[in-house]
């Protein structure tokens, strides 16, 4: 977390999803905490698991899983809860992403990141783009884009 | 605090002491109007005196100008202890209809509209002052010539001379001044207009300015100059004003009341010190338990008065929306040409600040109805044997956690013949149909359901019962409607005291708990197999004499039921009773209204989340909402 300040990279909260990683930007994450079962919400979408109490306020947790047309799991030992600040016309948020678990904070250089490919899946847009990492990818998600349309009445 | 902040507050301040005033000097205006006493004048200038000087210091010209054309008027009145006239009045209401809609401006940091100000000052200043002694007068335009001041005349000495014959206002123009290089003392630019009294002799004018050759001229004013041809702005104004319920986000608690928070909070902090002495790592006997289960209830004392206390600081009286009909009832009076009385109670009332906002509207259209529909005009009332002038009283008081406000006139009472010609015209009654007046009652809450002949100014706005009752719902309130014809009607509100927390019923459904405001409740059953009956794909209940539809609440919340509901909990949906079918009764508490929409959306059927005492999160169920959705209203008909 010491040198977020040469500007050429950002650093992100990595987590697994359906055994792929994926990134959301630090900045965004508020904090992180292990998954406890939500009240669900009536008539909500799928990908909409419910509402939690955090720390006074209700928060809606959204399965990334599900949001990214996924097929659904149970949670497990190592389900997670990313707390992220959305932001939107109607100002920020907070809004809790499940995660099969957590994995890292990387810092990403501007350079590896790639333009994700159009594969037609069901949330490309989503992701900000693929980071080429020595060892691995990493699939940099949009959080106010994942987010789109949550909450508003069908 | 950052200046930026600083500027911030004070504005706010400044427009809330400003639509005080303003509210209190309309009053003052209006009681006064009605033949109170003429000492009300002083509470008008006080108001309107301090607005000008605050629109000064916070650098509003605009608004600072027409508080001064008002002050003229007033202080002439309050030194003569005069009432003011008719047409004074009038212009006086109309100013202040403008300054709100310069405020407006202000709160909504829109460039203040200074051609709007400068029009509504020229009117009150054009207006004539009204009284005895002022049937007409001068007006004694003076423009020296530019040698005035080297042949020795000093023009104050002239205007002093003016003055001591009478009262006499003067305005001087400026446009003719050059730059400040060209200036020079010798000539005088400047040219002036004396408004001088009727009652001024125009020889001793003319003799004061006898030794001026040329220049100045006089000529007598009308006295219609009062009705200046500046309405256009005037009405703009006043529409402007009329819509805006502005949003202030500030409030004023008296401080006794925040004392006795501070004294609840000592409470506190002595039973935290009780319980903290307890907190060592030493056994639990007998005398700890007993001390610790005392402390305990101390805590659950403190934290109730605690609630009750926070709960207070957010309660404004009823007056802040009782203030505006006064005002409301005068002016619609005059244009249905009809004599109408006001009288108001219970103005003291307390509501949350929440829900004292939300019923300005639905109030006032009450009212407006009342005066539009219900009170006939003098003749009708004449012949039927009542007063000339009718009555609306408009009440509140409070009784257990409820508000109730009534809105009555001693008009026509509901024509029950007329809702249902007008309900079979649109269909909303089959054919034939004989209804019972309650059902008929119900009606007049209906989408577009209108009685009135013809389309009046006051009708036409778009806001019709329906809306009226729902914007009464969303409170968690609801109204009932009495009327004997020929008599009057009734217009009974019930208003929960507080949006922040409600009583609640606690249910399970689907393996959940929910929330179902008391309020909503008419009772909890237990159904016998023999009072149900199938209906289609639903079911029917027997309640003493009356069938009404049941539904199983799980799918209305889209859960799976646990098991078939076996009690019913009978709900006043929209109008309507309806039994709904849950898993298991729990306990009632009050709970904590906590807002579903900052962090996602509003739900249908769900008027928000709260939190329970262990932790989790339950909803609170809006019945009519659900109900809505499940297309059960409106049925029993």
């Known amino acids: 977390m010491s040198d977020g300040s040469s500007g050429a990279e950002a650093q992100s909260l990595t987590f697994v999803v359906d055994e792929r990683e994926f990134g959301v930007d630090i900045l965004r994450v508020q904090e992180i905490r292990t998954w406890s079962p939500p009240m669900p919400i009536p008539w909500a979408p799928a990908w909409v698991k419910g509402v939690i109490n955090l720390r006074g306020d209700i928060v809606p947790l959204v399965d990334v899983r599900e949001r990214l047309g996924l097929a659904p799991r149970t949670p497990g030992e190592f389900t997670g809860v990313v707390v992220v600040r959305n932001r939107r016309a109607e100002g920020e948020r907070v809004v809790g992403l499940i995660v099969d678990a957590m994995s890292d904070v990387v810092s990403i250089p501007d350079d590896v990141v790639k333009p994700a490919p159009d594969v037609g899946g069901a949330h490309d847009r989503s992701s900000r783009g693929i980071a080429v990492l020595h060892d691995k990818l990493v699939t940099l998600l949009d959080v106010d884009a994942l987010l789109e349309g949550l909450g508003v009445d069908r | 605090m950052s200046a930026a902040a600083l ?322 009832v005068h002016d619609v009076a005059a244009q249905l040409k009809k004599e109408v009385q006001l009288a108001m109670t219970g103005e003291t009332t307390e509501l949350d600040k929440t829900v004292i906002e939300r019923l300005g509207d639905p109030l006032t259209h009450l009212v407006r109805n009342c005066l539009d529909h219900g009170l006939e005009h003098p003749a009708e009332r004449a012949a039927a044997g009542k007063t000339p002038s009718g009555m609306v009283s408009v009440s509140a008081w409070q009784k257990g956690g409820e508000v109730f406000v009534e809105v009555a006139d001693d008009g026509r009472g509901l024509d029950y013949d007329k809702i249902r010609r007008k309900a079979l015209e649109r269909g909303l009654l089959p054919v034939g149909a004989a209804p019972s007046p309650e059902v008929l009652t119900r009606l007049i809450f209906e989408p577009g359901f209108s009685t009135a002949e013809a389309v009046t100014d006051l009708s036409g706005r778009g806001v019709g019962m329906d809306v009226v009752m729902s914007n009464v719902k969303q409170l968690g309130g609801d109204i009932s409607v009495t009327s004997t014809p020929g008599q009057g009607t009734r217009f009974l509100l019930r208003l929960p005291v507080s949006l922040a927390i409600i009583d609640g019923q606690l249910v399970r459904v689907g393996g959940h708990t929910w929330v179902i405001p008391l309020l909503s409740i008419l009772e909890t059953v237990q159904p016998e197999a023999s009072q149900l009956a199938r209906m289609g794909a639903g079911q029917v209940m027997r309640l003493r004499d009356q069938l009404i539809p049941s539904v199983p609440l799980a799918p209305l919340l889209g859960m799976p039921a646990e098991r078939p509901g076996s009690l019913m909990v009978v709900v006043e949906g929209d109008g309507t009773p309806v039994g709904l079918l849950v898993d298991e009764l729990l306990g009632q508490q009050q709970v904590v209204v906590k807002s579903l929409e900052t962090n996602y959306g509003s739900v249908r059927g769900v008027q928000g989340a709260t939190i329970l005492g262990d932790g989790s999160v339950s909803f609170i169920l809006e019945v009519g909402g659900l109900t809505r959705a499940a297309g059960l209203s409106q049925e029993a008909a």
């Open chain 2, 7 to 328: 500027q911030e507050r004070l504005l706010s301040t400044f427009l809330e002491e400003s639509r005080e005033g303003l509210g209190r000097a309309e009053a003052a205006l209006l009681r006064m109007g009605t033949g109170a006493g003429v000492d009300e004048i002083d509470d008008v200038f006080r108001a309107i005196h301090s607005l000008k000087g605050s629109a000064g210091s916070m650098g509003q010209p605009g608004v600072a100008q027409v508080a001064h054309a008002l002050e003229s008027h007033l202080d002439g009145l309050r030194r003569d202890r005069r009432q003011p006239d008719k047409g004074l009045l009038k212009v006086m209401l109309q100013a202040i209809d403008g300054l709100r809609a310069l405020l407006d401006d202000v709160a909504a940091k829109r460039p203040v509209d200074l051609a709007l100000a400068a029009s509504l000052a020229q009117r009150v200043e054009r207006v004539d002052a009204g009284g005895p002694p002022q049937p007409a007068g001068w007006v004694l335009r003076f423009t020296p010539p530019e040698d005035l001041l080297s042949r020795g005349l000093d023009p104050l000495r002239l205007a002093r001379a003016v003055a001591e014959l009478g009262p006499t206002r003067v305005r001087a123009d400026l446009s003719r001044l050059p730059d400040f290089e060209s200036w020079t003392g010798a000539v005088s630019m400047v040219s002036w207009e004396f408004f001088v009294d009727g009652s001024v002799g125009q020889k001793n004018l003319e003799d004061v300015f006898d030794w001026v050759d040329g220049g100045w001229s006089l000529e007598r004013k009308a006295a219609s100059d009062a009705a200046a041809p500046t309405a256009s702005p005037v009405a703009r104004a006043a529409a402007a004003a009329a819509p805006a319920a502005p949003e202030t986000a500030t409030i004023r608690i008296p401080i006794p009341r925040i004392d006795q928070l501070m004294n609840m909070v000592g409470e506190l902090v002595i039973t935290q010190a009780m319980l903290g002495e307890l907190d060592d790592d030493g056994p639990i006997d007998a005398a700890r338990a007993a001390r610790l289960r005392e402390g305990l209830s101390l805590l659950a004392r403190n934290t109730h008065a605690l609630q009750d206390g926070v709960m207070r600081l957010r309660s404004v009286p009823l007056s802040v929306v009782f203030g505006r009909l006064p005002r409301l």
